[in-house]
């Protein structure tokens, strides 16, 4: 499981890719992690930063990026984390083994009170977390 490379692919690469990017690192800091969108926003969503330092995870000094940036990279997953119906799941061209789509909600789509919105973040934020361990116990742990 020497030098595990993965790219988490979102839409805007501001929210979910990036908490996603977060717990994974967290799981294993040895694994190459990084986070892109096709239409990246070049922001974090503070919210997104906020629900993730609650929990003790730092991703303030994460970039959003641009897919781009990634294409000529080999991959070992390549996993895709946008969820509605409405969003269009982007499609990776560059060199991967393994293409994965796990799904979330997009949080930042959330409205209503301030509350409700934080609560959102907060549920997707534990969607991710789970899903992302269970991703990391069944194909990267080391057996």
């Excluded at 988490?8 to 990084?34: E, K, Y």
């Excluded at 969003?87 to 909600?105: N, Q, S, T, W, Y």
């Excluded at 009170?113 to 069944?138: L, M, N, P």
Aim: glycine content about 8%; hydrophobic content about 40%; some cysteine.
């Amino acid at each position: 499981m020497l030098n595990m490379k993965v790219l988490i692919l979102c839409t805007g690469n501001s929210c979910r890719s990036q908490m996603a990017h977060g717990f994974l690192q967290s799981f294993d800091p040895s694994i190459t992690v990084c986070s892109a969108g096709t239409e990246a926003s070049g922001k974090l969503n503070q919210k997104a930063v906020a629900a993730m330092k609650e929990i003790g995870i730092d991703i303030s000094h994460h970039t959003s990026d641009s897919v781009e940036k990634y294409l000529a990279d080999e991959w070992d997953y390549v996993i895709t984390v946008c969820g509605g119906a409405n969003e269009a799941c982007p499609a990776f061209m560059g060199k991967v083994k393994h293409r994965l789509h796990i799904g979330f909600d997009d949080p930042s789509h959330a409205l209503g009170t301030d509350e409700f919105i934080w609560s959102e973040f907060i549920r997707v934020r534990d969607e991710i977390k789970a899903g992302f361990w269970k991703f990391y116990e069944e194909n990267l742990k080391m057996k």
